[in-house]
């Protein structure tokens, strides 16, 4: 096999070590700044700890644990090492996450103070807060350690998908495909190095991971959050100057409805404000513009299974459409599939990326089901290509239902909504229905200050929008749940939306 390199090591040859690295606001004790030598330091010495704890190559490494420098440092010396890291979400149930750490065969987890009582008792772990022989100083082993050098096919991580359709799955990511997006990225943008990036979604989400990866590749620096706050969002832009954002679009929906801390906060810094890992609306983009009016917008698309990359420039130089994902990257295999049509105008989006996992850990049957004979996986998104050759999301393929016959796409349904001037969120599921088979309900965020009524909303959908996509009932919210991925909790909407119209119909 030839040779790959290693994702644990990320350190930039000949580049000033003393540079920040990482601004850790949730470290003990208050922020900590660590230095890009500092941070590699402790990745190698989580390295030495886990071979003289007598781990070998191959062996799997959970952490649990909100945003710390440890974090970090636990994952990329566990990769150094010739190991994989698995990052587990903590929000998971306790038996989910029990059955993850045992579905991946941990051999150990790093763990932070509060998720300690998460890990299973007879699972070693290293308490990122504790003293003693189970905790961090104890474990971690200061000194050099040269990076394992993988293989090709060898695997460095596993990433769980969230797990709102049923059982999480493990997805085996390798270094070679995880370094061949970051290259891409890099090249993109040649100065990275000078940005300072603003993280908040959760570690153990492909989002943030990718984009603190990308941080230390460059050798930028990062600000990072716990965990996300829309308010903690906006203080950390203005004391730390941060250039470039990233976020869920439902972090910056909440984000704008900070207007008081906006007003009296100095956002001149930020240069780009990139979202993906959702659907995103204008509205959203004319609220995000409105707030950071220097700053670039970009809508990222990617996934879990096949890596953060897909869409990018177009290559005739034409400007992206807001709401377009961009255009296809040289060089991957991506097509829109409807039905027999394989070159379809709309359809789901099918793709093959050099970052594509091998299959998911332990699921034949499932891995059977999304990869297709010649090496495709299906994303199970639906997208639409315009005559350019830009994508559009569409909506997922499982959100999809039927009413009456006609083919609904929540997230269709939530762009209209979200046009109303007074609607500042927006989320459509569906709720059984004798006649129609299913219908819409939306549950429905004001704009601060809004009054409307079911009807109005009603009335307004009907209006913008073909007659069976209006939702048939309309609960308003001051905030929509979010899953530990920081996208909507549709399955939450889903059991609240059957148990109102249940209420109503009896």
Known sequence: MTPARNLGDLAVPGADPGQIALIDLGAPGGPLELTHGALDAMARAVARGLVRAGHRRGARIGVLSANRAEFLAAYLGTMR??????????????????????????????VDGERRPLVPADLPAVEMDGGGAAGWSAFVQPGEFEAVAPGSDDIAMFLYTSGSTGRPKGVPLTHAGQWWAIDYRRALTPDLGRHRFLVAAPLYHMNALGVSKLTLAAHASAVLLPQFRAAAFVEAIGRYRCTWLTAVPTMMALVAREAELLARTDLSSVERVAMGSAPLSQTLVDRVRAVFPRALLSNGYGTTETGPVAFGPHPGGLPRPDLSLGYPVAGLGLRLVDGDDRHAEQGVLELRTPALMPGYHNLPDRTAKVMTADGYYVTGDVMRRDRDGFHYFVGRADDMFVCGGENVYPSEVETVLERHPDVAQACVVPVEDD???????AFVVLARGARLSEREVKDWTLRHAPAYQHPRHVAFVGDLPLAGTGKIDRKALAARAAALWAREVA
Not at 101 to 110: N, Q, T
Not at 435 to 441: D, E, F, T, W
Request: glycine share 8%; no cysteine.
């Open 81 to 110: 090492a010739g190991m994989i890291s698995v990052p587990v979400n903590h929000k998971l149930r306790p038996e989910t996450i029990d059955a993850v750490l045992r579905d991946a065969g941990a051999a150990r987890v790093f």
């Open 435 to 441: 006649v129609r088979g299913q219908k819409p309900v």
